[in-house]
T-cell receptor
Framework: GEDVEQSLFLSVREGDSSVINCTYT??????LYWYKQEPGAGLQLLTY?????DMKQDQRLTVLLNKKDKHLSLRIADTQTGDSAIYFC?????????????FGRGTQLTVWP | NAGVTQTPKFQVLKTGQSMTLQCAQD?????MYWYRQDPGMGLRLIYY???????DKGEVPNGYNVSRLNKREFSLRLESAAPSQTSVYFC?????????????FGPGTRLLVL
């Protein structure tokens, strides 16, 4: 099970909260990640959560994990125009080769003033 | 400390031509990776290297070869480029290749095969 699904687009107004959602199929995932890709750049790790956690907060970012529904979300509080980017959900599995990552297709977040 | 660097940034090839994409990291990481990113798709792993002198296939290795020249450098070679290899190629590295480690990505090489 390496299927990671994300909606492709999200548009929010500056100052609002953004919620980016992700579903995955394999319950043996051990770590779930959120990466950010700005235009013309590589991916940057934003945060990750271990599969035995339900929530992780890091400044404006809140990650929620619902293991029963295999659903992961990333909430960005007080979204700014600089948050406009593509956000990728990814997972890794216990014993997988080299901590190999499986990525979703990415959600394009557009923040308008 | 430049992190992960890739050259070239852009390349246009004709079908059948060959080229090598270069990647280097200055973080003394053991593990290195090559991914490709196609429009509307997540990244897919082409090849990886656990340590100097070792390489292994990822999800989409066909049409590519790699060389882990030393601990710093990991190159990707296209022997006979095909239009299906038009993509953005990312190199990444991590300290030991363990789960939960951060993978650091380079800025990418944008390749167009005509």
């Amino acid at each position: 099970g390496e299927d990671v699904e994300q909606s492709l687009f999200l548009s929010v107004r500056e100052g609002d909260s953004s919620v980016i959602n992700c579903t995955y199929t394999d319950s043996s995932s051990t770590y779930l990640y959120w990466y950010k890709q700005e235009p013309g750049a590589g991916l940057q790790l934003l945060t990750y959560i271990f599969s035995n956690m339900d929530m992780k907060q890091d400044q404006r970012l809140t990650v929620l994990l619902n293991k029963k529904d295999k659903h992961l979300s990333l909430r960005i509080a007080d979204t700014q125009t600089g948050d406009s980017a593509i956000y990728f959900c990814a997972e890794s599995f216990r014993g997988s080769t080299l901590g190999r990552l499986y990525f979703g297709r990415g959600t394009q977040l557009t923040v308008w003033p | 400390n430049a992190g992960v660097t890739q050259t070239p940034k852009f390349q246009v090839l004709k079908t059948g031509q060959s080229m090598t994409l270069q990647c280097a990291q200055d973080m003394n990481h053991n593990s290195m990776y090559w991914y490709r990113q196609d429009p509307g798709m997540g990244l897919r792993l082409i090849y990886y290297s656990a340590s100097e002198g070792t390489t292994d296939k990822g999800e989409v290795p066909n049409g590519y070869n790699v060389s882990r020249l030393n601990k710093r450098e990991f190159s990707l070679r296209l022997e006979s480029a095909a239009p299906s290899q038009t993509s953005v190629y990312f190199c990444a590295s991590s300290e030991r290749g363990f789960e939960g480690e951060t993978q650091y990505f380079g800025p990418g090489t944008r390749l167009l095969v005509l």
